[in-house]
Each structure stands twice: as structure tokens, then as C-alpha cells.
């Protein structure tokens, strides 16, 4: 089965005339819902999240979808939530385990996993995964993800201290890709 158009998505999402939605028992971003190709707990793509953000038109609905996007990040061991993974310059607690593996001339490739004791960070996490996690570090280097969070409405209607820790990690994942270039080189 296709991707459904956005008319499709939006009756299949339950929104209703207001605008609004009901996201009791759909998983929205599991786009294997429509394809069969997903399974759950797989990680969603960052132009997903963007449909899926352009669908839901009520502030309340998107947070509720960055929470469950959060919910589907897998869980980080309990190790991997050392100081050493811990990000600086989030109110929340975060934790970012990087992976990176050699990939010949493409150079380095990161991987993420994260947590935090906030839902709300944990779907920021998951919006940043999608962006990055499994990309070369030149490719990392090269996406603004501050951009696409600005471009998304995300920065106008989150909490500065929110707002300033998607910073921080975002920074941290870059000084990880540049770090992950620097030994490769």
C-alpha cells in the first residue's frame, strides 16, 4: 500500500473538523502503518516527522506528538547514563551515548542512542536522531537542525530553557562528529 495523501492521513489520524486530533491508540509517525515496511520502534525519518508535523495543526496535538516520539526512543542502559554521556546546558537531565564505526572513504558514521527524565526533551531527542544518527559526520556538520527546529515552530513555542537545551545537544552531537573526523583523519 502507498503513502497516503494528507486528506488520507488526516482521516486516518482521527482529526476532526476543529483541527483536532486523537492520538489514542494511533501511532502516527509509523509509517508502516500505510507501507507494511516498519516495525514498531523503528526510528522515523526526519521528513516523516515534518509530514507529520504539517498535519497537526494545534500546538497541544504536536506536543503530544513529540512526547510519543520520545516514547519510542529505545531504552539507554543504564551505564550508557554516566556523566561522561551527560549533556551540559539542559535544565532536564540528558544523556547521549554516541557509536561511530570507520566507512571507508565516506569517513566516520555516527550513531545515537539518548534518554532524559523529561518526555517532552525525550521527543526532541528523537526529532534529533532522525536527523542525525547513522549519517557520515561531514553529513552531520552539514545539517542546521537549530534551523529545521526554527523553520518548524518548535523554537516560538517551547520553553527558552528548552529551546536552549536542544542547543546544547545538537552541539554536543557536532563536537562528537568532529571529533569522530579528527581521529579518522
Known amino acids: 500500500m502507498a503513502w497516503p495523501d494528507a486528506a488520507q492521513r488526516r482521516q486516518a489520524y482521527g482529526i476532526v473538523a476543529a483541527g483536532h ?16 515496511t516498519r516495525n514498531i ?8 516527522i515534518l509530514g507529520n508535523f504539517s498535519v ?9 506528538y513529540l512526547i510519543e ?3 519510542e526512543l529505545p531504552p539507554l542502559s543504564q551505564t550508557a547514563h554516566s556523566d561522561a554521556n551527560k549533556v551540559q546546558g539542559c535544565a532536564s537531565q540528558v544523556w547521549l551515548d554516541t557509536t561511530v564505526r570507520p566507512n571507508g572513504a565516506s569517513g566516520p558514521v555516527l550513531t545515537f542512542e539518548g534518554d532524559s527524565d523529561a518526555h517532552i526533551v525525550r521527543g ?3 526529532v534529533l536522531f532522525a536527523i542525525y544518527s547513522g549519517k557520515s559526520a561531514r553529513d552531520i556538520l552539514a545539517t542546521d537542525a ?4 526554527e523553520g518548524i515552530g518548535l523554537r516560538e513555542h517551547l520553553t527558552p530553557q528548552r529551546s536552549n537545551g536542544f542547543r546544547s545537544m545538537v552541539e554536543r552531537i557536532r563536537s562528537d562528529a568532529l571529533a569522530a ?5
Open 21 to 36: 486530533i486523537d492520538l489514542l491508540g494511533k501511532a502516527l509517525y509509523i509509517q508502516g502503518l500505510w507501507s507494511g
Open 41 to 48: 520502534g523503528a526510528m522515523v525519518d526526519i521528513e516523516e
Open 56 to 64: 497537526l495543526d494545534d500546538w497541544d496535538d504536536r506536543y503530544r
Open 69 to 71: 516520539l520520545g516514547r
Open 124 to 126: 526532541l531527542i528523537a
Open 146 to 149: 537549530v534551523k529545521l527546529f
Open 181 to 185: 573526523m579528527a581521529t579518522a583523519a
